[in-house]
């Protein structure tokens, strides 16, 4: 019996990771529309001196903030004592949970493009993901702080229009420090044809005083630069500020059969990794208990091992489908320990 499991064990896994880049490639078509866009992300030029070690603790504060963000819309997180990884999700409060999940699912798996760099942050369409090697929960503005105008601009006969409304807009958007979790969206009519929609969103970790500088920077970058666009947003340490011609934040709310991830495919999702995660998890059971017995491992390498279980063990492994495709094929391109989680995961399957 126990032998029977190790082989289970040795030739199910490979086969398992196998098995999903084969199907990748047919799904990653059927499934192009269902990932929130990717707005910004920005990654610190040092790097970390030990990314190995950073790595774990930076999988285990991705994990804490997972258990938080889905439930209460924002966490932070702060894992190991040497070597310290510090987290902070935000979903944007329009978001259902359901979508909040699903946006930080997909900021998750991209965000660890940025290791081993010590700090990233990505803006997605409905949430933020940070990670650093410091506690930067309350920072409101930096260096890296980035607005982006969108290219179409509104017509020439409605432009002094647009200008005093959206101006009026992004102003009254910019006291969301005021507002319960220092949320606001609000719209304009600018001619019969033509609403702007706008919505403005700092961390909950920040005081109202960081708030306020947060938005009032990210305003200015847009009265100032981005007129007369259809489309504009300010992406900050600490908030983000947006206004569009498209109803951006009604889509999430109005419709939950209407949004864009239709409950079919989300029960399929749902279901597939359900399983592909439950084998892995008995799997890598199966193969921790083998390796356990068969060798003797050095102090430190076991206790490093033992805590990726840890982690895997814990984690709940519902990371959509497509998403579970692109982590895997990045990695077996790349074939280097820094791709978060799931590289973590595949080194640690084929030793080092
Ligand atoms: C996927 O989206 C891209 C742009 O986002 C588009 O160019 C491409 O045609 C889409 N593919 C499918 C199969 O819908
Ligand atoms: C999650 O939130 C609860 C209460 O809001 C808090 O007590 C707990 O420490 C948080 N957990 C994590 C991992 O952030
Ligand atoms: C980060 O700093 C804030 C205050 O600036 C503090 O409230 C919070 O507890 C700190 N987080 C950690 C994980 O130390
Ligand atoms: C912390 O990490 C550094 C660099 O990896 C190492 O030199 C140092 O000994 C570690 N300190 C502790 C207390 O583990
Ligand atoms: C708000 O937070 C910032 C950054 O942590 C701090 O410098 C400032 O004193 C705080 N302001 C108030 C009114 O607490
Ligand atoms: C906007 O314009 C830039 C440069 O003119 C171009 O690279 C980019 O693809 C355009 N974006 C869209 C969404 O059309
Ligand atoms: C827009 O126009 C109204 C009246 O025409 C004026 O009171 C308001 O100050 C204008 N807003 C801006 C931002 O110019
Ligand atoms: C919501 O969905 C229902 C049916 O699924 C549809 O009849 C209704 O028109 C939709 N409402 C909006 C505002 O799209």
Same mark, same amino acid.
């Given at each position: 019996?126990? +032998? ?38 920005? @990654?610190?030029? +040092? ?43 935000? #979903? ?21 493009? &940025? ?11 409905? #949430? ?20 982006? @105008? ?15 409304? +959206? ?27 033509? +609403? ?14 960081? #708030?306020?500088? #947060? ?10 630069? &981005? ?11 600490? &908030? ?84 579970? @495709? ?27």
């Amino acid at each position: 019996m126990p +032998t029977l499991s190790l082989i289970i064990a040795g030739r199910m896994l490979p086969s398992l990771l196998l098995l999903l880049l084969l199907t990748c490639s047919s799904s990653a078509a059927a499934a192009n529309n269902s990932s929130p866009a990717i707005f910004l992300s920005v @990654c610190v030029d +040092t790097q970390t001196q030990n990314a190995q070690a950073f790595d774990v603790n930076f999988v285990d504060a991705m994990e804490k903030i997972y258990q938080n963000v889905t439930t209460s819309g924002f966490a932070t997180s702060s894992s190991g004592s040497n070597l310290t990884v510090y987290g902070l999700g935000q #979903c944007f409060n329009y978001l259902s949970p359901v979508n909040c999940q699903l946006c930080y699912s997909q900021s998750r798996v991209k965000l660890p493009h &940025c290791l081993p760099s010590t700090a990233g942050r990505i803006y997605l369409d409905g #949430c933020f993901l940070e990670y650093a090697d410091k506690n930067v929960s309350s920072h409101a503005v930096d260096s890296a702080d980035a607005y982006a @105008c969108g290219n179409t601009t509104v017509d020439k006969s409605l432009q002094l229009q647009f200008v005093n409304r +959206t101006s009026d807009l992004v102003i009254s958007l910019s006291m969301a420090y005021q507002e319960k979790e220092y949320y606001q969206v609000g719209s304009v009519q600018v001619s019969p044809d033509l +609403t702007v929609y706008g919505m403005a969103q700092c961390w909950r970790s920040l005081n109202a005083s960081g #708030c306020r500088n #947060c938005l009032e920077k990210g305003r200015d970058n847009i009265l100032d630069r &981005c007129f007369p666009s259809m489309e504009a947003k300010a992406m900050n340490a600490g &908030c983000f500020l947006r206004y569009s011609t498209e109803p951006f934040y009604l889509h999430e709310t109005v419709n939950d059969s209407g949004s864009h991830w239709s409950s079919a495919k989300r029960s399929v999702i749902i279901a597939v990794t359900t399983i592909l995660g439950a084998l892995i998890v008995v799997g890598l059971v199966l193969l921790w208990k083998k390796r356990g017995s068969a060798f003797s491992y050095s102090e430190g390498v076991s206790a490093r091992n033992k805590k990726f279980m840890k982690s895997i063990i814990k984690s709940h492994l519902s990371y959509k489908y497509d998403d579970l @495709c692109k982590a895997t094929s990045n990695f077996s391109q790349n074939n280097k320990l820094g791709q978060g989680g799931f590289g973590a995961v595949y080194k640690w399957l084929h030793g080092s």
